[in-house]
């Protein structure tokens, strides 16, 4: 989610699609020995840019990055996935060289398949206990960022004014929410930090031999025990699992849990309504972030 605030809050000029066109796969596919091997486009993460194509007979997918800005994110995403799944997807790291002198860095690994079912909440917990437990051991500074859980606070608080003043959030639960964002800013560095994988959604979970791994991990950051839990809660298709027995499966207590469901929400509708993609929502930002103030 941080890459995605950032390139609409400095860059909203950029057009993704051209950015995107620019990107040459041929080049990496050279260096892999496969100059002439078809390939596929398809959604690497917002900004990033993903490939299919068929390397040493099998399927393989090719990242890289939609800007510069991009590159270190992709760096990291490289870094946990060798340390979580390391020979078991074959991930490797290129180099070729890019426009204007400058290197490209691509990502190289197996194809995933997509889950057979929806995982339910309970699922979903342990799947991130797991990777928990892995990333316990990731070196220090394979993170290589300064992002917390007070950046996504902060974001918030001005996604919540820019969303008051372009009419989606009422008087009463724009106060309401700034309330609890005052109450989140106070408490939060009282929480253990922990890596977050920041944007763990349904479309992340992918399968290898019939086991669950989670995929792009480029907005991966410090933030609190329970959060990508909370994250993957505030997708579309998750609606169906609410009620109050969602909740309290963490340290922070159910108020702090609701709290940060609703300023994901907003960080959500902020970035919509940045991009345009408000119109033809099946309820309104507001009905949406009453629906997780509700379970408190």
């Known amino acids: 989610m941080l890459s995605k605030l950032r390139h609409f809050t400095n860059d909203e000029t950029n057009d993704l699609a051209r950015l ?21 486009a398809v959604k690497g ?7 299919i194509a068929q390397v040493d007979g099998r399927d393989r997918f090719l990242k890289s990055y939609a800007s510069a800005e991009g590159k270190p994110n992709l760096e990291k995403e490289f870094r946990i996935l060798t340390h ?30 997509p889950l057979d079912a929806p995982l339910t909440p309970g699922e979903t917990r342990s799947l991130i206990e797991t990777y928990r437990a892995q990333l316990a051991s990731l070196p220090a500074n394979a993170l290589q960022t300064a992002d917390t859980l007070g950046t996504l606070i902060t974001d918030a608080k001005r996604g919540l004014s820019n969303l008051a003043s372009a009419g989606q959030i009422g008087v009463d639960m724009h106060h309401a929410l700034s309330a609890r964002l005052e109450q989140l800013t106070k408490k939060w560095q009282s929480f253990s930090p922990c890596i977050c994988h920041g944007d763990l959604g349904p479309r992340n979970i992918m399968t ?11 907005d991966a950051f410090w933030g609190v025990d329970g959060y990508d839990y909370l994250y993957w809660l505030t997708f579309f298709e998750n609606r169906r699992h609410y009620n109050k027995d969602i909740l309290g499966h963490t340290q922070l207590g159910t108020e702090v849990e609701v709290t940060l469901l609703a300023m994901i929400l907003l960080l959500k509708s902020d970035l919509s309504l940045r991009a345009n993609t408000l119109v033809g929502n099946q309820i309104t930002v507001e009905q949406r972030i009453g629906e997780v103030v509700a379970l408190a």
Do not use: C, H, K
């Not at 074959?90 to 990502?107: A, K, M, N, S």
């Open 208 to 218: 290898v031999d019939g086991r669950p791994v989670v995929i792009d991990w480029e």
């Open 84 to 113: 979580l799944y390391g020979e078991r997807l074959d991930i490797r790291r290129i180099e070729v060289p890019g426009d204007q002198g400058l290197t490209r860095v691509w990502l190289f690994m197996d194809v995933l398949r």
């Open 45 to 51: 993460g917002t900004l990033g840019v993903g490939f």
């Open 20 to 40: 995107r066109s620019r990107v040459d796969v041929r080049s990496v596919l050279g260096a892999l020995g496969a100059p002439n091997t078809p390939f596929l």
